[in-house]
Each structure stands twice: as structure tokens, then as C-alpha cells.
């Protein structure tokens, strides 16, 4: 769907869709606009109006996170791992140099988080093994887990200096780059953190038990519930 007033109404733009599209992922790169979901990836030139099959190269069309920053966009898959694109999606290769296999070893591991660090233009992956970086748009990846075990990366995000990860065994943050974490103490290990959304200095985690926020780079959080009755909340946007 999309809106012209702000979300006021909305107008649903599904020309070349699949009839069932389960879109979960936009990117935007210039006036290019890639929609991603589990079945496989979408491009469109002109907002919306007309969609086409963008998964040239792609070797799996389950498509579990998109990052864009101004030359390339990542995807991250299920069964194969990650894949960029220098072209906005036109065609794709595959990207998992340094990336860890799957626990079977036989394939690479999903890539369920991707986040774009403007400063410097590292982009960040999350996996089963924890954090991955890459400076050079998706060539090489390299280890960002000092301090972690095995732990599922479920959202990446980044506010005052100070990066944020959404795991399964709670949530995570670094103020080196990813050099370093820090587990957050307390109810956060028994928190799987679904998703983040950012306002200004503001971040808001989504949780099995409603939504956390803070205001002070992470230092300290608190339940902001009042009319979601303790829902579980995946992504969400602000």
C-alpha cells in the first residue's frame, strides 16, 4: 500500500505482485523500491504503480532482511545466506565471504538482520553466530561477536554512538563498532527482541511482552505498554 498524506489513507499498489505477496521488507534507493518477503524480491521505478521480479542471481527467494545504502543493496535469504546488489536490484551475487555456514555445514547460514552504518558505510549482519561487519559493500564480512556465544541476531540498530542487537537471548549493545558487547542485565535475558524502531535519540524494542524504550543510548529502558495489553511486537516502524 501506499500513502501521499502522510498515512491518513492509503491506496494498495500491487500490479505485478503475486496474489498472495507477503511483503515484510521495503528498501528505497534513489527512485528504485524493493519489496522483499518469502516470496522472493520485487522492483519498482514509479512508486509502486507496477512491480517486476527482481531475483536475478538470487540462489533462494526467501528473503529475510534488506539494507540499501548508496551504492549497493544487500538481501539477506534463509537458505543461502547474503547477496548484494550494485545495480538496485537488477541482479544480485552472491556475498558470504567470511559469512559462517549453517549448523549443518552445508550451506550459508540465514542472514536474518542487516543494518547500514552511514558513518563509514559498514554494513552489519546478524546470523545464528551473532554480529558480521563489512566495509567494502558485501566482499568480505568479518566477526563484530567479542563477549557472545551462539545466539540468533534477530535486528540491528544504531543510535548516539551506540550499536543495538535484538537476539533471541535478549538484547546486546556495543559502543566500539561492534569490537565489544554487553548483555543487557536483568529481565532483558529472558527478552527475544523481535524488532527496533527510532525517533530522534529514542529507540523501541519490540518484545514477546510488549515494547521497551529508551532515551539514553540503551542505558536503561523502560516498558512503554499502555494499550497494546502486553502484545508481542515484531517490527514496526516510526
Same mark, same amino acid.
Given at each position: 500500500?501506499?500513502?501521499?498524506?502522510?498515512?491518513?489513507?492509503?491506496?494498495? +499498489?500491487?500490479?505485478?505482485?503475486?496474489?498472495?505477496?507477503?511483503? =515484510?521488507?521495503?528498501?528505497?534507493?534513489?527512485?528504485?523500491?524493493?519489496?522483499?518477503?518469502?516470496?522472493?524480491?520485487?522492483?519498482? =521505478?514509479?512508486?509502486? #504503480?507496477? /512491480?517486476?521480479?527482481?531475483? &536475478?542471481?538470487? @540462489?533462494? &527467494?526467501?528473503?529475510?532482511?534488506?539494507?540499501?545504502? #548508496?551504492? +549497493?543493496?544487500?538481501?539477506?535469504?534463509?537458505?543461502?545466506?547474503?547477496?548484494?546488489? &550494485?545495480?538496485? *536490484?537488477?541482479?544480485?551475487?552472491?556475498?558470504?565471504?567470511?559469512?559462517?555456514?549453517?549448523?549443518?555445514?552445508? $550451506?550459508?547460514?540465514?542472514?536474518?538482520?542487516?543494518?547500514?552504518?552511514?558513518? *563509514?558505510?559498514?554494513?552489519?549482519?546478524?546470523?545464528?553466530?551473532?554480529?558480521?561487519?563489512?566495509?567494502?559493500?558485501? $566482499? #568480505?564480512?568479518?566477526?563484530?561477536?567479542? *563477549? /557472545?556465544?551462539?545466539?540468533?541476531?534477530?535486528?540491528? $540498530?544504531?543510535?548516539?554512538? !551506540?550499536?543495538?542487537?535484538?537476539?533471541?537471548?535478549?538484547?546486546?549493545?556495543? !559502543? @566500539?563498532? *561492534?569490537?565489544?558487547?554487553?548483555?543487557?542485565?536483568?529481565?532483558?535475558?529472558?527478552?527475544?527482541?523481535?524488532?527496533?524502531?527510532?525517533?530522534?535519540?529514542?529507540?523501541?524494542?519490540? =518484545?514477546?511482552?510488549?515494547?521497551?524504550? !529508551?532515551? @539514553?543510548?540503551?542505558?536503561?529502558?523502560?516498558?512503554?505498554?499502555?494499550?497494546?495489553?502486553?502484545? #508481542?511486537?515484531?517490527?514496526?516502524?516510526?
Amino acid at each position: 500500500y501506499r500513502s501521499a498524506d502522510s498515512g491518513k489513507t492509503w491506496v494498495a +499498489v500491487k500490479t505485478g505482485l503475486p496474489k498472495y505477496p507477503d511483503v =515484510t521488507i521495503l528498501v528505497a534507493i534513489d527512485s528504485v523500491i524493493i519489496a522483499g518477503g518469502y516470496h522472493g524480491l520485487f522492483r519498482s =521505478t514509479n512508486l509502486g #504503480e507496477q /512491480w517486476y521480479p527482481a531475483n &536475478t542471481g538470487l @540462489d533462494d &527467494t526467501n528473503i529475510t532482511a534488506l539494507c540499501a545504502n #548508496e551504492s +549497493v543493496i544487500v538481501a539477506g535469504t534463509y537458505y543461502a545466506g547474503a547477496f548484494v546488489s &550494485t545495480n538496485k *536490484g537488477a541482479t544480485w551475487s552472491a556475498a558470504n565471504n567470511g559469512l559462517p555456514l549453517d549448523q549443518a555445514d552445508r $550451506a550459508p547460514a540465514a542472514v536474518t538482520a542487516l543494518y547500514n552504518n552511514t558513518v *563509514g558505510n559498514w554494513i552489519f549482519a546478524g546470523n545464528y553466530r551473532g554480529v558480521y561487519y563489512s566495509s567494502n559493500s558485501g $566482499a #568480505e564480512w568479518f566477526p563484530a561477536n567479542a *563477549g /557472545w556465544g551462539y545466539t540468533w541476531v534477530t535486528c540491528i $540498530a544504531m543510535v548516539g554512538g !551506540t550499536m543495538l542487537a535484538g537476539t533471541y537471548q535478549g538484547l546486546f549493545s556495543s !559502543t @566500539d563498532n *561492534g569490537d565489544s558487547w554487553k548483555q543487557a542485565p536483568g529481565k532483558w535475558s529472558t527478552r527475544i527482541v523481535y524488532g527496533f524502531a527510532t525517533l530522534g535519540t529514542s529507540v523501541f524494542a519490540g =518484545t514477546g511482552y510488549g515494547v521497551y524504550a !529508551t532515551t @539514553d543510548s540503551g542505558k536503561s529502558w523502560g516498558l512503554k505498554n499502555n494499550g497494546l495489553n502486553g502484545a #508481542e511486537v515484531a517490527p514496526f516502524v516510526t
